[in-house]
């Protein structure tokens, strides 16, 4: 279900994904681990940043990040992270942004992800921090 999630926010089928996210969260909440159950979490905020659901998503992230970090769950944790920044970002939140795009790297790397793993989050991270000096520059 999560792959069919993931499908159709690409196709921009979001009323059709946001239906499925839901289906995926109340299996996982039945039947799967509770880091399971944050997975989906996630993905069904990755709709709702697609839909412009800004706040909400970004509410409902920040509970992933809580739970994960609370269970040292570091790639859950990273992945919340880094589609938190994603919000923060779009949000107009660069600091936010920033914030959680390091903490993602940071996350990563402890749990020993290869250079491909972190290039996403780096890369985040060089982009969000050059939107920042650039807002500092025209001050």
């Known amino acids: 279900m999560n792959e069919k999630v993931t499908l159709l926010r690409l196709l921009d089928r979001l009323d059709e994904a946001f239906e499925i996210a839901n289906q995926a969260l109340r299996q996982a909440r039945f039947t799967g681990d509770r880091q399971d159950f944050v997975l ?14 800004l706040e909400e998503a970004a509410s409902e992230l920040t509970q ?45 790397d402890k749990s020993g992800a290869s250079p491909d793993e972190l290039e996403s989050a780096l890369i985040a991270v060089a982009v969000v921090e050059s939107f920042i000096g650039e807002r500092r520059a025209l001050r």
Do not use: P, Y
């Open 64 to 108: 992933c990040v809580l739970e994960s970090e609370t269970h040292e769950w570091n790639l859950t944790a990273a992945f919340a992270r880094e589609t938190r920044g994603k919000v923060h970002f779009e949000q107009d939140d660069l600091d936010g942004a920033l914030a959680d795009f390091t903490a993602a790297v940071f996350l990563r």
């Open 40 to 53: 989906c979490r996630i993905r069904r905020a990755q709709v709702m940043q697609f839909q412009a659901k």
